[in-house]
């Protein structure tokens, strides 16, 4: 007599997998209606590019908090692929940007002008930043990476920093008293990314520090569906 095959066993290395494959290129999707909706418009006022600086900011941290404390491969490889899409996006806003320009004067990284950090004139400025913030973080993570409190502190420091990412976009709005501009559909996966990657954090015992934050930006996000009905409903605005 043949006795029941348990698939339960087979089924769950093929649910970790699908789940691996969707952090690894989920959290891109919500920015693939973001570049088309830019796109689109020929306008990213609407769209805060300091998201872009939050992410680039936190993935490259988290990579090197990735040498002191091995997690989950799947977010290594995550915050690379992370780093690339910010890249390509702040390529579109800086393109658009210098066509719709008024003003000829330029402002660069190397000028460290504080009053224009993150408002800087080329695309190669952002990379600068970001070759910058690379070569200090593999220095400071070289001399220090025995050091558990180091370790510790750079990985908080890259979640608490990815955790406030809707902020910027949250103040763009309210700024604008608009969300035209920023995708909704953006936001939603933004959503809908953070609740499945907070539960996924929690089912594969990741360090806290993962799914505090991931609970923080569902409550940021929640917020800023919040003011797309809030604003739906005021037709005068910076955009008309």
Known sequence: MDLPVDDSEDSWPLLSLASSFFIVFGGVLPYIPQYQEIKRTSNPDGFSTLVCLVLLVANILRIFFWFGKFFEF????????????????????????????????QHHFTDFELDYFWKWSRFEDYVQFCFSLTISGALLTYLFLDIPAYVEGIGL??????????????????????????????VLLWTAGDCFKTGYFVLKATPAQFWMCGTLQICIDLAIILQVFLYAQKPHSKFG
């Open 157 to 186: 420091v890259a979640l608490l920093t990815e955790a406030t990412l809707g902020i910027p976009q949250l103040l763009q709005n309210f700024k604008n008293r608009s969300t035209r501009g920023m995708s909704v559909k953006m």
């Open 74 to 105: 799947p977010l290594l490889l995550q915050s690379i692929l992370m780093i690339v899409t910010m890249l390509v996006l702040l390529s579109l806003c800086c393109s658009l940007q210098n066509v719709n320009r008024v003003s000829t004067k």
